[in-house]
């Protein structure tokens, strides 16, 4: 178990269906920006409080910027032991900057932290493309509304035709009901945006 975050206990190699179905790096790699932004904010943190020394951090900022720019550029090499998106940002940090720094990369920090504060992150950052796409279209229901608001159209109960009303009216009902799912957004982004680390794997670090 070479290198597995997991395999200190065991003497021989996992099973390949084993490994194949635990490596999660083909699903999470997805997550390899929030990663590095909350691994850097973490050791900022460990270096404001003086758990790593100021060069330390600078080391350990400057490791990842390179990383990212692999990412950025898809000319970052997996390795057969990169089981998911934070073992393979924190061995090429290493490969970067040296183990001796990496290493103190998760001082005070459980990878169950890491994981559920990447995952955060990412559906923040995915929900509030969203919230913008939400919030185009309802300002072009708008617009539009105020340039046809003398067209009328026939109002529809029950399959048949009933008293006209306005095209934008018609129009702003639906938007109405975007707009709604813009405030629910909104409150999925409050309750998402708080951060997890310090639970650790049981009760608390």
């Known amino acids: ?16 269906l084993m490994q194949a179905y635990n490596d999660s790096l083909p699903f999470d790699k997805i997550f390899w920006r929030q990663d590095i932004a909350g691994s850097i904010a973490y050791a900022r943190a460990n270096s404001n409080c003086g758990v790593i020394t100021k060069e330390e951090f600078q080391q350990i900022e400057k490791g990842f910027d390179q990383v990212a720019k ?3 550029t898809s000319s970052f090499e997996v390795k057969p032991n990169d089981e998911d998106i ?3 940002n924190e061995r090429r940090l290493g490969e970067i900057i040296g183990k001796n720094s990496a290493g103190k990369l998760h001082t005070g920090r459980s990878r169950n932290d890491q994981v559920v504060t990447d995952m955060r992150m990412w559906l923040r950052d995915e929900l509030r493309k969203i919230e913008k796409y939400l919030v185009d279209f309802l300002k072009a229901s708008i617009a539009r509304a105020e340039q046809d608001i ?10 048949q035709k009933a008293q006209p009303v306005r095209w934008s009216h018609w129009l702003l009902s639906h ?20 951060s997890p ?3 650790g794997a049981l009760a608390g670090e």
Not at 1 to 16: K, N
Not at 175 to 194: G, P, Q, Y
């Open 86 to 88: 934070h073992t393979a």
């Open 70 to 72: 692999e990412w950025e």
């Open 197 to 199: 680390l310090g639970c």
């Open 1 to 16: 178990m070479t290198g597995r975050l997991w395999g200190g206990r065991f003497t021989g190699d996992a099973d390949p």
């Open 150 to 159: 003398s067209l009328l159209m026939p109002g529809y109960t029950h399959l």
């Open 175 to 194: 938007a109405v009901a975007f707009a709604t799912d813009l405030e629910r957004l909104r409150e999925v982004l409050k309750r998402i945006n708080r």
